[in-house]
């Protein structure tokens, strides 16, 4: 099974700069299966049912969408191989961004938007740093001196990556994204790991606890001025 | 460097071949590309932005200096060769206009004095002045029209720049056009507004998504182009007098000589 996980902020234009993609690889005859993970509301599944493609929503409700998604990729690769995809496509939720939920064989997509300012790729971290593919959205709303700091700042933080600039309305760029997905290899998840760990989630506010004082709190806390200490038994 | 870039004709929606199967466009020339809602003008700059190899709806091709440009000279983000202007373009950056630029600058390698050549140039298109300290996202709509003019003409290196409909901007549309076409840039301007399809060397008629035929700017009409920069300036100056609260007692007509 190919697969490609997809991250990016939400409201980015991942689900539309998919549907345009996926509709490219339908007809160079690759057959795909979209996994679209959110965590309490998604309509996204019916945009990719319109185009044919076989989709399954998982909402990760209270739990932290990218560690769900992660988790219960062996089920995603089993549902895709019955639905006969060669194609296993991971739409992740996109919220907090600490987390990159790529895995070393995957192909790895970030979708970033560019209107969300030109410090944006400093700021979002592995999700971006580690992708192989950033995909620019909305570049058609801002100043051309804009979208060339931004290109720029990308390849700071991720000099490696390739960069496409597309249109999810006009599906304009969507086809260069369908090329490489054509690249992508097979995985097996068998010994398949992670490119960057999820981050440290070891606190009392992880199982439940709701009191906003750190008195209140154990695990490792983190002070504002950097220094962390270990609370409890 | 980038001599000129060919449009070779694909398709029109009707999946008719396009009438014009071929347009030459050389640097520092101006072309304009017009025709009804829907007749498929973006589309055409789309694919001069993407360079497209028949890989588009339209399947046109594009040469540039009479050769297919390459894989990496298509896709190496640093290599773009073409810069877009249009009228749904913002800054959207928190920062002041001096340490905009100069990050601008940063970013293409160029140098940070050309900022000052940038606003310079800025300031000869629009009426009300811009300043270094200004914060970029208060301009005004002529005001950061002007100013991204001034910056794709000074530094983006790209050789091609893409206009997308600039007509109720407030700057002076002549001298833009005439400030990028003179840094041997290959301009591009979608228009439906007289005073810049007219001043344009050449357009390309658009019509049911194909290149329906090119027209060559007659005498006449660079005659009448020249009239209608007339007009725009007098209505440029009646926008800057109305702005500061002055009274419009009368206009001059007399020289545009009706």
């Not at chain 2, 007749?39 to 028949?54: N, P, R, T, V």
């Not at chain 2, 194909?210 to 209608?228: F, N, P, R, W």
Request: proline residues 3%; negative net charge; glycine residues 8%.
């Amino acid at each position: 099974m190919r697969m490609v996980i997809v991250a990016g902020t939400p409201g980015s234009g991942k689900t539309a700069v998919l549907v345009h993609a996926l509709r490219s690889l339908n007809e160079r005859g690759l057959k795909s299966a979209v996994v679209k993970i959110d965590c309490l509301y998604t309509d996204d599944d019916s945009k990719f049912a319109k185009i044919g493609v076989p989709t399954k929503v998982g909402l990760s409700m209270d739990m932290c969408p990218d560690h769900y998604a992660i988790y219960n990729l062996e089920e995603m690769v089993d549902w895709a191989d019955e639905n006969q995809a060669e194609l296993l496509v991971v739409e992740t939720a996109g919220l907090c961004h600490r987390c990159a939920p790529f895995t070393v064989n995957s192909l790895g997509v970030c979708v970033i938007d560019a209107t969300s300012g030109p410090n944006t790729p400093l700021k979002v971290g592995p999700f971006l740093s580690t992708a192989d593919i950033a995909v620019i959205t909305k570049g058609d709303m801002i100043s051309q001196a804009e979208r060339e700091i931004f290109r720029e700042r990308i390849l700071e933080v991720n000099p490696n990556c390739k960069i496409i600039e597309a249109n999810g309305l006009s599906g304009q760029g969507c086809a260069e994204l369908a090329d490489e997905i054509m690249k992508s290899q097979e995985v097996t998840l068998e010994g398949e790991t992670l490119r960057h760990s999820a981050p440290l989630a070891v606190c009392t506010l992880c199982v439940g606890e709701t009191k906003v004082n750190k008195k209140y709190h154990r695990g490792i806390l983190r002070r504002i001025d950097g220094f962390q200490s270990y609370e409890g038994e | 460097m980038i001599e000129e870039i060919t449009i070779l004709g694909g398709f029109d929606k009707q999946e008719n071949a396009e009438p014009v199967k071929k347009v030459v466009i050389k640097r520092g020339e101006i072309f304009g590309v017009v025709g009804p809602t829907g007749s498929g003008k973006s589309s055409l700059i789309g694919d001069i932005e993407q360079l497209s190899q028949e890989d588009t709806f339209s399947r046109r091709k594009i040469l540039v200096n009479g050769e297919e440009p390459s894989y990496e000279d298509r896709t190496n983000p640093r290599k773009k060769m073409v810069a877009q202007l249009s009228q749904n373009m913002n800054f959207l950056a928190d920062m002041t206009v001096g340490d905009f630029l100069s990050l601008h600058a940063k970013c293409r390698g160029a140098s940070s004095k050309c900022v000052n050549a940038v606003i310079d140039l800025a300031n000869t298109l629009t009426g009300e002045p811009i300043k270094k300290d200004h914060d970029l996202t208060i301009l005004s709509g002529g005001q950061s029209r002007a100013l991204m003019v001034a910056d794709v003409a000074i530094i983006s290196n790209s050789p091609i720049v893409l206009i997308d409909e600039i007509e109720n901007a407030g700057i002076r549309k002549h001298d833009a056009l005439e400030a990028l076409a003179g840094h041997g840039k290959i301009v591009m301007v979608v228009t439906h507004d007289p005073v810049l399809a007219l001043m344009t060397d050449k357009r390309i008629v658009m019509k049911n998504g194909g290149m329906q035929t090119v027209v060559a700017t007659s005498e006449d009409e660079k005659a009448i182009s020249q009239k209608l920069n007339k007009i725009d300036e007098l209505m440029l100056s009646l926008r800057d007098k109305v702005r500061n609260g002055e009274i419009i007692r009368d206009i001059e007509m007399e020289y545009l000589e009706f």
